[in-house]
């Protein structure tokens, strides 16, 4: 069986300009699928999967916030943490225009803009992560101190 060819993205070069231990792991994308059919296609706990999320505050500004596949982002405590009123997810047309990346395929590395990353603490004490490596069907496996070497997000506690 031969491996699918993907088009090296942006987060794949910037992963690689920067010297990051990752493997591509790519799989059978599903629309609307999320981690849970990543997980399921890669044969890995969705915990270790981590969404990379682009969001707003009441003034437009956006972020990143990298959360376990199987969690959700308590935009309340993240708004309450980050001293905002509110906290939303951007539009898939705000997402791209921030990232250049497409929803479903949205990696924090490789971003168009810079973009403050925030992440939920206990990632970060994972052995190994999978996170989206900026095309649909395409995961990459690395390290947790990678992802902090490169990024250093913010660590929040907001999941739930």
Not at 51 to 73: A, F, N, W, Y
Not at 132 to 158: I, Q
Request: hydrophobic share 35%; net charge positive; proline share 6%.
């Amino acid at each position: 069986m031969s491996k699918e060819k993907f088009q090296v993205t942006n987060a794949v070069r910037f992963l690689r300009d920067h010297r990051a231990e990752f493997v591509e792991r790519p799989y059978r994308y599903e629309e609307k699928g999320g981690t849970e059919v990543a997980a399921q296609e890669l044969g890995v706990d969705e915990h270790l999967t981590v969404k990379t999320l682009v969001m707003e505050d009441e003034k437009k500004i956006p972020l990143i916030i990298l959360m376990h596949g199987d969690r959700e982002v308590s935009t309340k405590e993240l708004a309450r943490v980050l001293g905002v009123k509110s906290i939303t997810p951007c539009s898939p047309e705000a997402a791209w225009k921030h990232t250049g990346y497409t929803v479903g395929g949205i990696s924090p590395f490789g971003t168009k803009k810079r973009l403050p990353v925030y992440v939920e603490e206990t990632i970060l004490s994972l052995p190994r992560i999978f996170i989206n490596a900026g095309k649909r069907g395409l995961l990459c496996e690395m390290s947790p101190r990678d992802l902090v070497r490169l990024l250093k997000p913010v660590t929040v506690h907001v999941g739930r």
